[in-house]
């Protein structure tokens, strides 16, 4: 039983000196750790963090393209809605300013017109008057004209009959009502 119990003894201290390995590392073990690690760094840095760093870079530079050509064209739609605002101000300037024109045009056609119907109808007035005037000195260079037959023909006829006083106001009445 002693040699049980060394042999106890010394399976349980190959057991302890197992778990204490186990909690200490190993100098073999530490480097392979290392090497592997290094070897999994450069192959990753190699195949996939060049590739993944390059798109990454390419990404970003499109991006940045992206954005310096989206100020741009807004920068142009700027410009363009300036240049139409501009463009919109100085048509409606210039259709104030034809209205304006315009307005005044008519102005100036209605003064002349009435300017020109005035002169018109001063004229026919003075021509109606004129006409007026001649048409009375005819009338009465009638008038006279017949008024002195009359005359004559009434005194040729009193002389003629030399008659009464009643019957020369019988024979004026008569001769006025046959005028």
Do not use: C, Y
């Amino acid at each position: 039983m002693a040699e049980h119990n060394t042999e106890t003894q010394v399976a349980s201290t190959e057991v302890a000196h197992k778990e204490i390995g186990f909690m200490s590392p190993e100098i073999n073990l530490l480097i392979l750790t290392w090497v592997t690690f290094i070897s999994v760094l450069i192959i990753l840095h190699k195949f996939a963090w060049k590739p993944i760093l390059a798109n990454i870079k390419d990404r970003e530079e499109s991006i940045r393209k992206s954005v310096e050509e989206a100020d741009k064209i807004k920068a142009e739609l700027a410009k363009i809605e300036q240049s139409r605002k501009e463009v919109l101000d100085e048509a409606a300037q210039k259709s104030r300013d034809l209205i304006e024109q315009s307005r005044k045009a008519a102005i100036e056609a209605a003064k002349i017109i009435n300017q020109k119907a005035q002169e018109e109808s001063r004229i026919l007035l003075e021509n109606a008057v004129r006409e007026i005037k001649d048409e009375k000195g005819r009338a009465l260079a009638e008038l006279k004209e017949t008024s002195a037959n009359i005359a004559i023909t009434l005194a040729g006829r009193l002389i003629e009959e030399n008659l009464d006083e009643e019957k020369n106001r019988k024979l004026i009445n008569q001769m006025i009502k046959e005028i």
